[in-house]
Each structure stands twice: as C-alpha cells, then as structure tokens.
C-alpha cells in the first residue's frame, strides 16, 4: 500500500519499503513506504497549510463527513477484519467485533463537539473590570500527530483521530511498523468520505526515525503518543523543546488483587479473558501481576489453569479460535526471554510458555515474589501470569505501588469497604472493583499515573486535549 499524502497515494521520495507479513504464516502481505525526512517535510506543509480551512468548515458538514466515513466502514467489514486478522494475527472473530468500536467512537465524537462550549466570565468580579465583558472560546491547536502502537489499533486511531478531526484540527498518523495495513485502509475511507487530503494524512516507516523527526517537529502543536514508556518519555523531550503539546499513553504493569472473601471462579475468568484471549495479552492495561491472597492461592491457581487448557489457540482466519499469535516471532521470543529470565530468579513455570514461531501458550508462573523483575517494572506484553502471594490488605497495596507505572488495578472482593480502600490508595488511573483492569469503556477518562503517562482520553475529556482556550475581552462596553 502507499502512503496518504496531500491527497496523493504516496511511495517513499527513495523508493524504501517496508514490508508487512503475517505471524500466524510468516508471508508477505504487502509492503509500505519507509517515508523519508522530504515525504515528512511534505505532509507538514499540507497539513499547516490545511487545517484552518477545515476549522472554518461549519461543524455540521465535518459532523457529515465523519458520519459519511462509519457508513463506509459498514460496507468494507469483511475486507477490513481479515485485514487485520491477516496482519495481527489475531482471530478473525476477534477482528469482526474490532470495528464497532471505531463507529461507536467516531459517531460519539461528531455528537460530543455538539457540546464543546465555551464560557462567559461573571461579570463585575474585580474592582476596576467592571465596564468589561470577557469570554472564552475554543479554538484547535493545528496539526496534531497521532502516533499508535500495534495491539490495538482500531481503537486507538479513533480515541485519537476523530476528536482531532471533529475539532477542526490536521491530523497526521503514524501507525506501527507491524501492522499499518488496516489503518491505511482506513486512511483512505476518510478522504472517500471527504476529509481533505491535507487534512488528513498518514505516513509510515520506522518509528525511530521517521516518527522521532514527526514528534520534535514544531509545526505539530500536539503529539497524541500511544505506546511504550521508553518511546514516550522520548516524545515528551522531543516535543517540550517548541513546547508541543502531548497526551501519552504508555506502558503498565496492573495488578490484580484477589482477597480472601473473593468468588474464587469470577476471579479466574476475569484473570483469563483478557490476559490470553484477547490481543493474546497484548494489551497495555490487562492485569500483569497477579496478587493473590495466600489462603485462596491454591483454588485460584487451579481453576485459572483449567481455563487457560480449554483456550482454542491456532489458524487466526478459522472462526472457532479464540487466540492467535502475537504480533511478531520476535515478539514471542521477547516474552519467553522475560519469562526465562523471571525463571532465574526463582520462580516456577507450573503451566504453558511454549513457542513455536509468533505463538505462544499462556504461561503461569508460580512463587513470584516482590524480590523479581516482573513484580514492579517489567512489562510483559504477552499470556503470562506470575502470581505472587500476600496476607493483607496493605501488603497488597504496597505491592501493587511499588512500580513505575499506574495505568490500571483491579480487585476481587465482596467487601466494598475493603474495595474502596484499595480504589483510594492504589495509585493508577483507573481501578475496576469486581473485576480486572482490562476495562476501558468509551465514556471514563483513561490514562495514567506515574510513567503510565499524561493526558487522558475518552469520550468525556478529548475534546479539551486538542483544543485550546482563547480569551476575548470587550473592554469599556458596559
Ligand atoms: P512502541 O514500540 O513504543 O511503538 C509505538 C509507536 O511509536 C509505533 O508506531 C512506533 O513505530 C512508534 N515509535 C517507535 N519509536 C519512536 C520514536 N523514537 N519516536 C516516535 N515514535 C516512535 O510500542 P508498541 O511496542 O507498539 O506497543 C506496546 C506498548 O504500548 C506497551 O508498552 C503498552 O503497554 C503500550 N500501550 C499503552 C496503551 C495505553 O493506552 N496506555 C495502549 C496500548 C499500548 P514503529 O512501529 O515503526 O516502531
Ligand atoms: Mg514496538
């Protein structure tokens, strides 16, 4: 596929590609443009060339021309879900429901810009202000770069695009390396539906270097960053040095704390779902450490086993499995390195953890202590669960804090005084009592404490992040 640049169907001004294969069969599915720095130096001066002309475009029609782009993906779904079945290697049933987060975002964005009001000052406030009328409105901050991870990119693109777009800002895109197809594929049901091509645009190509260019460029008034800590704290330097704006969301490290008194299987089925069959674990805010209480350990253990045997793994395109691969081989090599190296610390590997090529079977790991890695700031984006013991609340807690991130924790437990204690002193940015965190709905502010991130988004809050408040006074008119 090619790039979308000013309107155009774009290859690399050197001609680079990438190439783009599937996991589940190593083949080639395609190729993508490695953009250079001119390809780059192209989209920014469409993009701020462009987008005022899009800010002035009455809110209705953007409204119908967003509206115009869900219709289409309605028509496209089959297409689009082996797509990205095809190069996630994710399974197709999985992919088919993928897309109604997309409609659901973007017909939620043009309804939620119906409400973006501004605000009048009371008037009379200040002694010697009181002949003055002082509003504020909302404005767009301009190009906006949207830069997205590989584990969810549908949603992910449309928590970031549609707010930019409806609030008359130019985006311009940046998907993974691994999996780019889909949103291309998107990219250009934007423009058939009528965003302009200078108003939206997308390149691909290396992250490290093409994406690093895009984030530090000072024409870009705001970098919308999902993915890794490390890359993000990156972007924050790269964009504080022409004090661009951002909103990251990054890495974690969830716990997930089992108490005493807790339904020992709902507990397990929320550990699984989610932790292996979705994305097949690949999922910034799953649970990633299991904290269990030491008399409910056992029981626990057993039952979460016993799910994780009856998981369909295999061919991602066949309807009846339920888990796929992960993103890359080297991807599944990562999580076994992490998973070996939790090993020489002293844990026990008491179930699954084989690779072969990008698939990898859910690994439990027993007698996970605080001493290790993987209870406080290794991330494992992978089926693994390393469970570690605790006798009390406050136990939990401190284990649950002693990390450097905080994007999400959840706990199980039919003592809602204990829930809201732990809902208090757990630092992350959400907390999902009753279940794990793998919770995201479309409304709640979602992000991160600590090295999770800064910003967040979500129906209710995204539409501040891309615009920005401009005071008008009327002096002397009362
Ligand atoms: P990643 O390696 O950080 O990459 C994310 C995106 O950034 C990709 O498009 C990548 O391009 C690009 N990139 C890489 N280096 C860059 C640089 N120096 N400057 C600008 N862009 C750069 O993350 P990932 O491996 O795709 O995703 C997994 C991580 O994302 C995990 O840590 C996960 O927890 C996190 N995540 C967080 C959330 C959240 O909402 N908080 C959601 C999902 C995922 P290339 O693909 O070309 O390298
Ligand atoms: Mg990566």
């Not at 449309?158 to 197809?181: C, E, F, M, R, T």
């Not at 039952?303 to 081989?329: F, V, Y």
């Not at 939790?342 to 996970?368: C, F, H, M, N, W």
């Not at 002693?402 to 907390?431: E, K, N, Y």
């Amino acid at each position: 596929m090619k790039m979308l640049i000013n309107g155009q169907r774009t290859g690399a001004s050197d001609g680079g590609v990438l190439e783009v294969c599937n996991p589940a069969t190593g083949a080639l599915l395609d190729t993508v443009p490695a953009a250079t720095a001119a390809d780059l130096e192209r989209a920014l001066t469409a993009a701020q060339k462009g987008w005022p002309a899009w800010a002035g475009t009455p809110l209705f029609e953007r409204g119908a021309i967003l509206r115009r782009f869900v219709r289409s993906i309605d028509e496209h779904n089959e297409e689009l879900s082996l797509l990205l079945c095809r190069e996630m290697g994710k399974p197709i049933s999985e992919a088919r429901n993928d897309f109604g987060s997309v409609k659901h975002l973007f017909n939620g964005f043009v309804e939620a810009a119906n409400q973006l009001t501004g605000m009048t000052m009371p008037l009379g406030v200040q002694e010697g202000r009181e002949k003055d009328f002082e509003l504020a409105i909302r404005e767009p901050l301009g190009v906006v770069a949207c830069i997205i991870p590989f584990n969810a990119p549908l949603v992910l693109f449309s928590h970031k695009v549609a707010p930019a777009l409806i609030a008359g800002n130019a985006v311009i895109v940046k998907p993974a390396s691994d999996d780019p197809l889909v949103l291309l594929r998107l990219g250009e049901l934007l423009w058939e539906a009528g965003v302009p091509g200078d108003v939206f645009q997308m390149i691909t190509g290396s992250g490290a270097q093409i994406g690093s260019l895009l984030a530090g460029d000072p024409r870009v008034a705001k970098v919308s960053f999902t993915g890794s800590t490390e890359v993000g704290l990156a972007i924050a330097r790269a964009a504080a040095a022409n004090m661009g704006h951002t909103g990251l969301e990054l890495g974690g490290n969830a716990p997930f704390v089992v108490m005493a008194d807790a339904d020992i299987d709902r507990a397990a089925a929320e550990a699984a779902a989610g932790r292996a069959t979705y994305v097949t674990g690949q999922i910034c805010n799953v649970a990633k450490r299991f904290l269990i209480h030491r008399s409910v350990k056992a029981a626990f253990t057993a039952n979460l086993i016993d799910r994780l045997q009856k998981i369909i793994i295999g061919d991602p395109e066949d309807p009846a499995t339920q888990m796929g691969t992960l993103i890359s081989e080297s991807a599944a090599r990562e999580v076994e390195r992490q998973v070996a190296h939790t090993v020489s610390q002293g844990a026990k590997l008491i179930y699954g953890g084989v690779r072969s090529g990008a698939y990898y079977t859910p690994a439990v790991l027993d007698e996970v202590t605080g001493a290790m890695d993987i209870a406080h700031d290794m991330e494992v984006f992978g089926p693994v669960f390393p469970l570690l013991t605790f006798d009390t609340l406050e136990e939990a807690i401190d284990l649950s804090n002693d990390t450097i991130f905080g994007l999400g924790a959840g706990i199980m437990t039919g003592d809602m005084s204990i829930a809201l204690r732990f809902a208090m002193a757990v630092q992350a940015g959400s907390v999902i009592i009753n279940g794990q965190s793998f919770y995201r709905s479309f409304m709640m502010p979602f992000g991160g404490y600590k090295q999770s991130g800064g910003g967040r988004e979500g129906l209710t809050v995204s539409l501040q992040e891309v615009t920005q408040l401009k005071s008008i006074v009327f002096k002397n008119v009362l």
